[in-house]
DNA sequence: CACCAAGATGTCAGGGACTGACATCACGTA
DNA sequence: TACGTGATGTCAGTCCCTGACATCTTGGTG
């Protein structure tokens, strides 16, 4: 069903993200964004609800691998082998063809409060849905919000590491080596 | 040095509150806050960097109690004794007589994505204080990361819990049940 | 081929958030 | 009383975001 230019939402993440990080989020209009994708700036909100939200397109596909992963883990698992299933669960989208991206975006979004505040938004709404899915697999309360906080921590502290310079290690393995830390604070 | 009416920021914050939980956070204008308030617009930015930071100005004072708890702790104290000692220290703030604003204040957030943002943004400044907090008194990365997040995860679930419709106990008390049953994950 | 339905885009007008610049006003002090 | 200082008011302007309506491209239908 693809008509005009297929690209057009990529076109404007794409040009979205060069100019955040050429001149700084807040520096950056829509219409110059929209511009550079040779679109206009009603197009732009037609794509995405806001400003900010050009870059945290797609995360429900994420929040989907977390709750799907929780949902298929074998039965009897405790909650805590529940979380790490959430966890492991978003490992396949973080390839190492990703990570070039995944670098410049963040290096976007540590830079600007607004953005950051996006993320944070986002963190949380993932904790919910995966304390849900906790819920639905007979983890009850306070409990499942609690080991959903912990798998989110893991997750966040993980893409963080897996983003930083020199990091060649898979988003697996430092996953891994987080749980393990996580489970020796107690 | 207080000159004028002396109240104007309170008065504005109070303006706000009201306001958002008659009709609404969208719903209502800084114009329409700062008229109840018998201010203008103009003074409205002059006291709040934003429409949101009404209902969040102050948390650098919870955030100092956090960070003080943790480096007012005892020497040899564990990462996760020292987490616990940072959400103690919060306790002070939310007293009997704080909960029905707390309610009032937490009812207007949840109902509205723009202020769930904002909080969610401040939790993680908050634990990006704690986990530099605990790096000051030596603990290393990851465990300092994932010990703050575990403090921030039992102060938030506690908050909530302590604003719930019906809730009694004192917060201190909810927080002792969830770091019990933050233990007995793992 | 002419025509139509539908989805994507463009155009325009407008409200509301936020900011910089400048004027004004109330208070403390010399 | 005159002055300085800080809080407030006024005004203009930019940018974010939205609703309404027109236009275009594409694929299908007769």
Same mark, same amino acid.
């Given at each position: 069903?693809?008509? #005009?230019?297929?690209?057009?939402?990529?076109?404007?993440?794409?040009?979205?993200?060069?100019?955040?990080?050429?001149?700084?989020?807040?520096?950056?209009?829509?219409?110059?964004?929209?511009?550079?994708?040779?679109?206009?700036?009603?197009?732009?909100?037609?794509?995405? +609800?806001?400003?900010?939200?050009?870059?945290?397109?797609?995360?429900?596909?994420?929040?989907?691998?977390? !709750?799907?992963?929780? +949902?298929?883990?074998?039965?009897?698992?405790?909650?805590?082998?529940?979380?790490?299933?959430?966890?492991?669960?978003?490992?396949?989208?973080?390839?190492?063809?990703?990570?070039? #991206?995944?670098?410049?975006?963040?290096?976007?979004?540590?830079?600007?409060?607004?953005?950051?505040?996006?993320?944070?938004?986002?963190?949380?709404?993932? +904790?919910?849905? !995966?304390?849900?899915?906790?819920?639905?697999?007979? &983890?009850?309360?306070?409990?499942?919000?609690?080991?959903?906080?912990?798998?989110?921590?893991?997750?966040?502290?993980?893409?963080?590491? #897996? &983003?930083?310079?020199?990091?060649?290690?898979?988003?697996?393995?430092?996953? +891994?080596?987080?749980?393990?830390?996580?489970?020796?604070?107690?």
């Amino acid at each position: 069903m693809a008509r #005009w230019e297929p690209g057009a939402k990529q076109r404007l993440q794409l040009a979205a993200l060069d100019l955040f990080v050429e001149q700084g989020f807040e520096a950056t209009t829509v219409a110059e964004i929209a511009g550079r994708a040779d679109l206009t700036e009603r197009t732009f909100y037609r794509h995405f +609800a806001d400003k900010r939200e050009v870059l945290f397109d797609g995360q429900d596909v994420l929040l989907h691998a977390f !709750v799907d992963a929780v +949902a298929e883990a074998p039965d009897g698992a405790s909650p805590r082998e529940l979380a790490e299933a959430a966890v492991a669960g978003s490992g396949a989208f973080f390839t190492d063809e990703r990570r070039p #991206w995944s670098r410049r975006r963040q290096q976007a979004i540590e830079t600007e409060d607004g953005l950051r505040e996006r993320e944070s938004l986002k963190m949380g709404a993932l +904790a919910s849905a !995966v304390a849900q899915a906790l819920r639905d697999r007979g &983890v009850t309360d306070p409990a499942a919000e609690l080991a959903a906080d912990a798998a989110i921590s893991v997750f966040r502290v993980s893409f963080v590491q #897996w &983003v930083a310079p020199g990091e060649t290690r898979g988003i697996r393995d430092i996953q +891994a080596d987080l749980f393990a830390a996580q489970r020796a604070l107690a």
